[in-house]
C-alpha cells in the first residue's frame, strides 16, 4: 500500500486538488481526494501501508505519455546492431511485433523514468508501407512481457518520403505515392477477402473451406475488425488526406502521426474527426517534408478543436525532452491544460489505453509523478516515478549516486 500525501494533484480528470492524498495498492488507485477529509489513523487502521510519501505540496500528475516514439527500438547510442526499427526488405510488413525489437534494458527507459514518462508508445519506422505493430510499454520492469500494457496497441502505416526514398534505391516498387498507396489499398482488400472467407468457414465449416494461414493477412485482421487503429505516418497535407482518404474507404480507424502540415488543413482535420500525435516538434527541418514544419502547431490544431497528442519520436528527441516539447508548445500558443492533456490523457485516448492510464482516478494504474513545480517550467525536476504502484525513481537518492 502506497500513499502520497499533502499534494497539489492535477489529476486530468474533472477534479483537481490543491493539497490531496493518493492511495494505491496492488498497483491500482483505490483513493483520491482532499486532505480535509482524510485520516491518517482511519487509514492506517483500514489499510497496512508500507510507503508513505509527504509531497510537501509539490504538483503530482499522472504518469506522461509518449504516443508515438521507437524507445527501445534504436538502442541508445550503438549504432547498426541496436537499431531494430526497420525491416527495409519488403514494403509489406504488417506481421513484425515491436515486443520482439524492443532493448527493454536500453537506457532511454531509465531517462524517461527520471522525467516521469511512465507509458511509450513503441514501434517501428517508417520505411516500409506497412511497417509492424506497435506496443504500449510501460517504461519499468524485468522483461518486455512485464512492461506490456496492450499490445499491439496500432499498426504503422508509412506514406511519403520515407518508402519512396527506401525503395527508390532498390529500385522496386513503391517508388511514388501512388504505388504507396495502391499497396496498401491492394493488402486491405486482401484482409477483408481473407476475413470473409474465414468467417464464410466459422459459419458453415461443412460448406466453406477454411483459408490457408497468412501471417500478414492475420496481422491486418486486426485493423479490419477496428481491433486497434491504423498509425499513419504522414507529413504533409497531401499524404495526410491520402491516408483519411484510404481510412473512409475501407471503414477502418486511423490516428495520423506527426501531422506536420496539419495545421495547414486544420478545418479538414476537424470535420473528419482526426486525431493527431504531433511531433518531434524540436528538430531540425532535415527533410523537404518538413519545410513547413511549426512548433505553434499543436496550439493551432488543439485551438481548433483538434485532440493532439504531443510526441518525441524518439530518438528523434530524446524521450526525457517529452515535457519540454509540450513546454514549448505553450510558449508558442498552446493553452497550458491542453498541452499537459496532450502528453497524458489526451495521448492515452489516441492510442486507446486511457482505461489504464493518463489520469489519476480510482481504478486506474498507479502511475503518478510528484514534481517540485510546474511540470512545463524547465526548472522543474522530477522528485519521484511511481509505476504500477512502485517507487521507481528518487531525486533524492539518485542525486547522492
Not at 520505411?127 to 519499468?140: D, I, P, S
Not at 519520436?313 to 499537459?340: N, W
Request: aromatic share 6%.
Amino acid at each position: 500500500m502506497l500513499l502520497i500525501k499533502n499534494a497539489r494533484i492535477i489529476s486530468m480528470e474533472s477534479t483537481d486538488y490543491d493539497n490531496g492524498y493518493i492511495l494505491a495498492d496492488k498497483g491500482k488507485i483505490v483513493d483520491i481526494g482532499s486532505m480535509e477529509r482524510f485520516s491518517e489513523t482511519q487509514i492506517e487502521k483500514k489499510y497496512s501501508i508500507k510507503t508513505v510519501i509527504d509531497a510537501n505540496n509539490n504538483y503530482v500528475l499522472p504518469g506522461f505519455i509518449d504516443a508515438h516514439c521507437h524507445v527501445g527500438m534504436w538502442e541508445d547510442s550503438v549504432g547498426f546492431e541496436g537499431d531494430d526499427g526497420n525491416e527495409m526488405t519488403d514494403p509489406v510488413m504488417p506481421h513484425l511485433r515491436a515486443i520482439d525489437g524492443v532493448y527493454h534494458m536500453d537506457r532511454a527507459f531509465v531517462e524517461a523514468r527520471e522525467a516521469g514518462v511512465t507509458t511509450v508508445v513503441t514501434g517501428p519506422g517508417s520505411a516500409n508501407v506497412l511497417g509492424g505493430q506497435f506496443a504500449a510499454l510501460k517504461t519499468y520492469g524485468r522483461s518486455v512481457d512485464e512492461m506490456v500494457l496492450k499490445e499491439p496497441v496500432a499498426l504503422k502505416a508509412a506514406f511519403g518520403e520515407n518508402p519512396k526514398t527506401v525503395y527508390n534505391e532498390k529500385r522496386q516498387t513503391p517508388m511514388t505515392r501512388m504505388a504507396t498507396a495502391a499497396l496498401l489499398r491492394e493488402n486491405l482488400a486482401k484482409a477483408q477477402e481473407y476475413k470473409k472467407m474465414l468467417d464464410d468457414y466459422n459459419n458453415d465449416p461443412e460448406e466453406n473451406d477454411k483459408p490457408e494461414y497468412d501471417i500478414k493477412m492475420d496481422a491486418l485482421l486486426k485493423i479490419i475488425n477496428k481491433e486497434v487503429p491504423l498509425k499513419a505516418h504522414a507529413h504533409r497535407a497531401d499524404d495526410i488526406l491520402t491516408a483519411l482518404r484510404i481510412a473512409k474507404e475501407f471503414d477502418i480507424k486511423v490516428t495520423i502521426e506527426h501531422c506536420t502540415e496539419g495545421y495547414m488543413i486544420k478545418d479538414l482535420l476537424l470535420e473528419e474527426g482526426v486525431e493527431a500525435c504531433l511531433g518531434p516538434l524540436l528538430t531540425d527541418r532535415s527533410k523537404i517534408e518538413l519545410r513547413n514544419q511549426s512548433i505553434k502547431s499543436p496550439g493551432i490544431l488543439s485551438n481548433a478543436g483538434v485532440n493532439v497528442a504531443i510526441t518525441t519520436d524518439h530518438p528523434c528527441v530524446p524521450i526525457q525532452h517529452l515535457s519540454l516539447s509540450a513546454a514549448m508548445a505553450v510558449k508558442e500558443g498552446m493553452d497550458e491544460r491542453k498541452a499537459l492533456q496532450s502528453i497524458t490523457i489526451n495521448a492515452a485516448k489516441i492510442t486507446g489505453i486511457d482505461d489504464r492510464v493518463g489520469s489519476l482516478a480510482v481504478g486506474k494504474d498507479a502511475d503518478i509523478v510528484i514534481f517540485d513545480g510546474n511540470p512545463l517550467e524547465l526548472k522543474t525536476n522530477v522528485q519521484n516515478t511511481i509505476i504500477n504502484g512502485i517507487l521507481v525513481y528518487e531525486r533524492e537518492k539518485n542525486e547522492k549516486l
